[in-house]
């Protein structure tokens, strides 16, 4: 910026001077935000580590506390940054879909899958450790729809958590609302959460639909993956389509497959929305 100045080769006008200038406090301010600013928000509001649970599909749900705070609100499907450690400054954020649900900010819950690196050490967590959270973010939420009638959620994998968030937000809220699940997994035992999702058939006006690609011989569900017929099953009539909203959530190639999918059968892209971590 300096030598810019001195050379007084791309600031010769006044309006020049006045871009560049702003463009610097721009950058500079942002800096000061990110490296003080937020840091100390959230070193004046740590969560603590209440417990790790180990779920399905080599998954872990960690559960945290607000600490001396009384936590953050957020819309069911929404995700936050988190650290894990004594300081809030650490470079080393990641992004989580919170999985619990909104009605409830006491606890906070995030599913995750070990993948590698950072997501493999959330099973070693402890009781009591801190962590600290930046967020929420993002705008996949039903809370964003709340004209709906009625919604239609699709998972992959772990992609379900940020939909396992607003199912149980729903069923907190008693709102009766038609919905129905698509949820694609390898094997059986991969289903993250299948046991809370049956027993929320119970609270929910809900009908799931289980997709395995690699199923045992006596599997009754559905085969492969979610397909434009497996949709066309199970998904309303196009005269009954009205005011419904769908999510997706999963594996990129198959949100690339599914989005294809719906837009064959003619469902208009302002009615279905995907949750990509394409920021990371």
Known sequence: MTHIMLV????????????????AIFWLSL????????????????????????????AWTLIIAPDG????????????????????LSDAEH?????????????????????????????????????YIDGPFGAFSIDRHPQ???????????????IMSMLRTMADREDKRPCILFYANRTWADATFREEIELLKQRLDLHIVWVL????????????????????????KPEKRNSQEIFICGPKPMMDSVEKALAHLGISLDDFHSERFDLV
Do not use: C
């Open 148 to 162: 709906s009638e009625r919604f239609a959620f699709i998972a992959g994998g772990i992609g379900i958590t940020p």
């Open 31 to 58: 800096l000061v935000y990110v490296r003080i600013i937020k840091p100390f928000i959230m070193l004046r509001h740590p969560y603590v580590v209440i417990k790790v649970i180990e779920e399905r599909g080599n």
């Open 213 to 236: 690609s690699s199923p045992d011989t006596d599997w009754q569900g559905e085969r492969g993956f979610i397909t434009t017929d497996v949709l066309a099953k199970y998904l309303p």
């Open 69 to 88: 705070h009384k936590g953050i609100r957020f819309m069911p499907g929404q995700f936050a940054w988190l650290t894990v450690g004594q300081s809030p």
């Open 95 to 131: 992004p989580f879909s919170i999985s619990s649900s909104a009605a409830d900010p006491r606890l906070l819950t995030f599913t995750i899958k070990a993948l590698g690196d950072f997501t493999s050490t959330i099973k070693d967590l402890v009781s009591g450790q801190r962590v």
């Open 8 to 23: 007084n080769h791309y600031v010769n006008t006044p309006l020049k001077r006045v871009l560049w200038v702003t463009y």
